[in-house]
């Protein structure tokens, strides 16, 4: 059963609809690498076997019966451990939610389980997705599949370190700022992150509520179609979502870039690494000889946009994380009167980085320093926003690399690769969730034997056009498909 672990979604619905291969057979042979895998990989912070177990026989039961199978019918999953779901514990990867059980699914997770997909447990991230290492979770460091001693990257790193392993098909997690791009780029997987809005928001536990944006990772591009088809939205339980006239991101899926303009931002090359700029001027020629035209341009305020995310995304963590005062729900530190019991609360339940992000948010929020900082990031969010939006009336797309620089190591208990060696990982991929963009990170070879992420930027609800440009480079070259080697010394 080893065989169907590099198999894709569209690749096993075909044996499935064949009934060539039984949901059951599928689900097992995937819990059994998750037991082999994850002692080392620690991608799921909760393994929902029998539960897994129960809904493939259902779903095979259904079938003897000729009945009619869901879009992902079958197929393994798993969801990053900031997304209720219902009666499941939904820790955030946090002390202050480690016994949290929802008494409700998020909008994402009642899709899936529409469209049947089998969801095998809760995966590892930065608590409440703040880092970039999944260093700053509550529990343990997820390690990179392609090399034990790299970091899998974050917040979402559990995620996409699951689907790099093969443990699960696809999973989904949350884009704030890099989160879902990040940790695609650094496990060798395609991280999607959708315009802002297009997925449903509700139920997604997030630290910055104006940036997070709920995402998929996936081993190809059809996956990431079939997938964003089925969580996709309006939802009324979310002022945010909106209905996209382009839901059928299948019929993208066209190997064919000929005439398409494709910009290159050179303010995202610099400071890049020599071997993730050498792929990055290798994938420019093959769309080139495949007929595009890629021309380079400048966005000044490129340079703004990491401090201007810092200060947003802070202020909003600092606002949402204040509700976690040990009265409503989570942890709650018994103390001999209200105030201490806030303080024992939060000072037990929050780790180090959260506090941070707390700290600094209040501090950017606070009456003497609004119109410093807070009001000056949202104008420079606004002219972010605008240059991309200018950008791209010239051009179909942007691409980019991810990050300037491939999987760093871990660093070790206590520690937190935020900002590590002024290299900041989130720097390429915050511009599009300023401006509420869609983006996809894809792999693009390897140095080092750790994989090279590349980015392709897009119009407001123009997924498609980034499923077309990046199916095109998968079906002419082989560097978009890595296997990982699950091999390393700790």
């Known amino acids: 059963m080893s065989s169907l672990l590099g198999l894709t979604a569209h690749q096993l619905q075909g044996l499935l609809e064949k009934k060539e291969l039984s949901c059951a057979e599928l689900v097992k042979a995937h819990l059994a690498k998750i037991e082999e895998s994850d002692g080392e990989i620690k991608a799921f912070t909760r393994v929902t076997r029998e539960a897994a177990l ?240 890629c021309e380079e341009l400048s966005l000044p305020h490129t340079k703004y946009a990491l401090p201007c995310y810092e200060i947003v995304l802070a202020a909003e963590a600092s606002s949402n994380l204040a509700r976690y005062d040990g009265v409503r729900y989570g942890l709650r530190v018994e103390a001999e009167d209200v105030e201490s019991m806030y303080n024992k609360t939060r000072g037990q339940g929050f780790g180090e980085e959260a506090k941070k992000q707390i700290l600094f948010g209040t501090y950017v929020l606070s009456a003497q320093q609004y119109q410093d900082y807070y009001l000056k990031a949202l104008k420079v969010r606004t002219l972010i926003k605008q240059e991309l939006e200018q950008a791209l009336e010239k051009y179909d797309c942007l691409l980019t690399p991810t990050t300037p620089t491939v999987a760093f190591n871990l660093a070790g208990k206590g520690k937190n690769h935020h900002g590590r060696g002024g290299v900041q990982t989130h720097g390429l991929t915050c511009p599009a969730s300023l401006a509420g963009l869609p983006a996809v990170s894809f792999p693009f070879g390897k140095a080092q034997g750790r994989p090279i992420g590349l980015q392709l930027i897009g119009r407001a609800f123009g997924e498609g056009m980034l499923l077309r440009v990046g199916y095109t480079l998968e079906q002419n070259t082989d560097l978009t498909q890595l296997s990982p080697a699950v091999k390393g010394e700790r």
């Open 54 to 293: 129960e809904q493939a026989q259902a779903m095979d039961a259904q079938r003897s019966r000729g009945e009619g199978l869901a879009p992902l019918a079958g197929i393994p999953m798993a969801l990053s451990d900031n997304l209720c779901t219902k009666g499941i514990v939904t820790t955030c990867s946090s002390r202050m939610l480690e016994n949290f059980r929802p008494p409700y699914n998020a909008t994402v997770v009642e899709k899936l389980q529409e469209a049947a997909a089998v969801l095998l447990g809760k995966c590892n991230l930065d608590e409440f997705g703040l880092g970039d290492s999944t260093e700053s979770s509550a529990f343990f460091p997820t390690r990179n599949p392609h090399d034990l001693q790299a970091s899998a990257g974050g917040a979402c790193g559990g995620a996409a370190a699951a689907v790099a392993a093969q443990e699960v098909v696809f999973a989904l997690g949350s884009d704030a700022g890099g989160s879902v791009r990040q940790p695609a780029a650094f496990c060798g997987v395609i991280g999607l992150k959708p315009t802002y809005g297009l997925v449903s928001g509700y139920g997604l536990i997030a630290a910055g509520s104006s940036l997070d944006q709920v995402g998929c990772f996936t081993r190809d591009f059809t996956d990431g179609a079939l997938v964003l088809e089925s969580i996709c939205g309006a939802d009324v339980q979310d002022s945010n979502s909106v209905s996209s006239p382009h839901t059928d991101f299948t019929k993208h899926l066209v190997n064919d870039v000929k005439g398409l303009k494709i910009g290159l931002p050179k303010e995202y090359i610099e400071g890049v690494a020599p071997k993730v700029k050498t792929a990055y001027e290798q994938a420019v020629a093959k769309l080139e000889e495949l007929g595009a035209v």
